[in-house]
C-alpha cells in the first residue's frame, strides 16, 4: 500500500545550524508533498508544500527539494531559531484522491 | 483568516459511552478529512468526504466508528461505544478538493478525547 518513510525521527541542532528532514515515498502517482509543523498541543501547520511538476521551492528559510525518479523529497531550514522547534511531517498525496499519507514526523530541536 | 474549528476540544468519557465530534470546515471547501492522532500510530487518515458525500472510511474501525456531513458547514465523527484504546486527538482538516486545484488542507484545533 502507500506509504511515507521519514528520518530522523528526531534532530538536535545548534540554533544558526541548517536542519534537513528527508522523507520517501512508495506511490509513483503522488503528485503533491506538503510539509506539516506542529507544535506541542497544536494543530498541524502547512509550512511549504510542492508539486511534481516542480524539482525546487523556497520560501525565505525553508526549502523543499523533490527528486521523482528516487521518489524522495526534503526539507531544508536554514539559520535555525529556537522558535524553529516542533515535530515535522511530511505528506504525500495523489490529485485524483486529495488524501495524504504522512510520515512518522521529525521531532526538531534547536538550542540557543 | 479562515479556520476549521472542532468541538469539544477535550472529552473525557467513560469506556462504552457515546462520544460525538463536531468539525465545521473553511467556507467554501469541499472536502473534509478526519484523521486520528497517536504517539504510537502518528497522523491516521481514518474517513473523508467531499461535497458531503464518502469517499474512503477504510482507515475507520466500521463497528464502533461512524462519519456523517449532516450538511455543508459540518462533519461529525461519532464512537459507540468507545474504548480506551480510542484515546487519541482527533483533527478535522478541510480542502478545496482537487478538482478545484485545491491541494492544501487546513487542519482544526482538534478533540483530545480520553477514554477511561
Known amino acids: 500500500g502507500e506509504n511515507v518513510e521519514q528520518h530522523p525521527s528526531t534532530l538536535s541542532v545548534q540554533e544558526g545550524d541548517s536542519a534537513v528532514i528527508k522523507c520517501t515515498y512508495s506511490d509513483s502517482a503522488s503528485n503533491y508533498f506538503p510539509w506539516y509543523k506542529q507544535e506541542l498541543g497544536k494543530r498541524p501547520q502547512l509550512i511549504i508544500d510542492?508539486?511534481?511538476?516542480?524539482g525546487e521551492k523556497k520560501d525565505q528559510r525553508i526549502a523543499v527539494t523533490l527528486n521523482k525518479t528516487a521518489k524522495h523529497f526534503s526539507l531544508h531550514i536554514t539559520e535555525t531559531q529556537p522558535e524553529d522547534s516542533a515535530v515535522y511531517f511530511c505528506?504525500?498525496?495523489?490529485?485524483?484522491?486529495?488524501?495524504?499519507?504522512f510520515g512518522q514526523g521529525t521531532t526538531l530541536q534547536v538550542k540557543p | 483568516d479562515a479556520r476549521v474549528t472542532q468541538t469539544p476540544r477535550h472529552k473525557v468519557t467513560e469506556m462504552g459511552q457515546e462520544v460525538t465530534m463536531r468539525c465545521q470546515p473553511i467556507l467554501g471547501h469541499n472536502t473534509v478529512f478526519w484523521y486520528r492522532q497517536t504517539m504510537m500510530q502518528g497522523l491516521e487518515l481514518l474517513a473523508y468526504?467531499?461535497?458531503?458525500?464518502?469517499?474512503?472510511d477504510s482507515g475507520m474501525p466500521k463497528d464502533r466508528f461512524s462519519a456523517e456531513m449532516p450538511d455543508a458547514t459540518l462533519a461529525t465523527l461519532k464512537i459507540q461505544p468507545s474504548e480506551p484504546r480510542d484515546s487519541a486527538v482527533y483533527f478535522c482538516?478541510?480542502?478545496?478538493?482537487?478538482?478545484?486545484?485545491?491541494?492544501?488542507?487546513?487542519f482544526g484545533p482538534g478533540t483530545r478525547l480520553t477514554v477511561t
Open positions: 468526504f467531499r461535497n458531503r458525500a464518502p469517499l474512503d
Open positions: 510542492i508539486r511534481s511538476n516542480v
Open positions: 482538516a478541510s480542502a478545496l478538493g482537487p478538482g478545484q486545484g485545491g491541494y492544501e488542507q487546513y
Open positions: 505528506a504525500a498525496s495523489k490529485s485524483n484522491t486529495g488524501k495524504l499519507i
